[in-house]
């Protein structure tokens, strides 16, 4: 038996010499803080998503300098509605309440991060789905995107600077930049949620914008089976014009994300989802993981299999955890 001559444990001898070897890191900037904005006054928890609300316009303010002051790169935005229809109406009204936070929230905090907001229909329409209805009940695809476009003009005129298109229709990311582009919002950017599976992770979203829908996504997010079919959809929107593809939800899904990472010529994100965030809070609630551990670990993860950026609702905690470090 002769001793190892290679011995990559030297360079875990001490912390310091670990913290130089790292490959990667997460910083702050490169966070995503998805809010909830509900109408009305007061602001709620969701029983299902400890430590994440739906905001009043008045307390989302206040998170959104809180975000800026830790370093957060951006704010993903979600509106809870208090009437809905079937053409979700309330998405493209200057006064519904995305909109209206929006506007709010772009006024607070000027260029300290960026805003962006969730482009889809499913906050706004009675039956919860993402898209418009067909007479039969089939989500109708090219109806849905004459919704879209408008509802793009809307978020870009309160000052969304990028849309957040996760509706999954074909065609959406063409048909919103044609309509901004048209309109005098070249400058507006998009991302695309390119390789959106329909997931069980979306569980306590749910909860949050208090979806009405009945039964599921599958005739339009991708089938969780499907991993080159991620690809496509990234490469489709890439070709569509889309500033950002995305991969949702993150951590069952890296493979997807290496992929599209591997391929991609512009910026790749993911989104830690609801039932991501749930399971590491339910599980450290108990005592049974080392709540902080599992969620730093969990988005480095994400990082290192290829997302620039991430969305996780630990944004604020997880760049507030970095500037201690660098103390
Ligand atoms: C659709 C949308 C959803 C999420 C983000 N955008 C719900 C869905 O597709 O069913 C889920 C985000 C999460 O679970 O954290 N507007």
């Known amino acids: 038996m002769t001793n190892p001559v290679i011995r990559p444990r030297r360079l875990r001898t001490s912390g310091a010499l670990r913290r130089l070897a790292s490959e990667i890191r997460v910083h702050p900037a490169e966070l995503v803080l998805p809010m909830f904005v509900r109408e009305g006054d007061d602001s709620r928890p969701i029983g299902s998503m400890p430590g994440v609300v739906q905001h009043s316009i008045d307390s989302a303010r206040r998170a959104v300098v809180q975000a800026a002051e830790a370093g957060v790169g951006g704010i993903m935005l979600f509106g809870v509605p208090s009437r809905r229809d079937a053409t979700g109406t309330g998405a493209t009204d200057p006064s519904g309440i995305l909109n209206l936070a929006t506007r709010a929230l772009v006024d607070e905090i000027g260029d300290a991060l960026v805003v962006q907001t969730d482009l889809c229909l499913d906050e706004f329409t009675d039956h919860g789905h993402c898209g418009v209805l067909a007479a039969d009940g089939h989500v109708d695809n090219d109806a849905t995107l004459e919704r879209y476009r408008d509802m793009a003009l809307a978020q870009a005129t309160a000052g969304s600077a990028l849309l ?162 660098q103390a």
């Open 164 to 325: 957040g298109l996760s509706g999954m229709m074909d065609g959406q990311v063409a048909a919103v930049r044609e309509a901004l582009d048209t309109n005098g919002f070249e400058d507006t950017a998009l991302l695309a949620y390119s390789a959106k599976y329909a997931s069980a992770f979306y569980g306590p979203f749910r909860e949050a914008v208090a979806s009405t829908l009945v039964g599921d996504r599958r005739t339009y997010q991708l089938d969780p089976a499907n991993r080159r079919e991620g690809v496509r959809e990234a490469q489709l929107d890439i070709d569509e014009g889309a500033d950002i593809v995305m991969v949702k939800p993150a951590g069952s899904y890296l493979d997807v994300l290496a992929d599209v990472a591997a391929m991609s010529n512009i910026p790749v994100w993911a989104y830690q989802v609801s039932g991501e965030y749930a399971m590491i809070e339910a599980a450290a609630a108990q005592g049974w993981i080392d709540r902080r551990r599992a969620v730093e670990e969990s988005v480095l993860g994400i990082r290192r299999a290829g997302a620039d950026a991430v969305l996780t609702y630990w944004a604020v905690e997880l760049a507030i955890w970095f500037k201690e470090e």
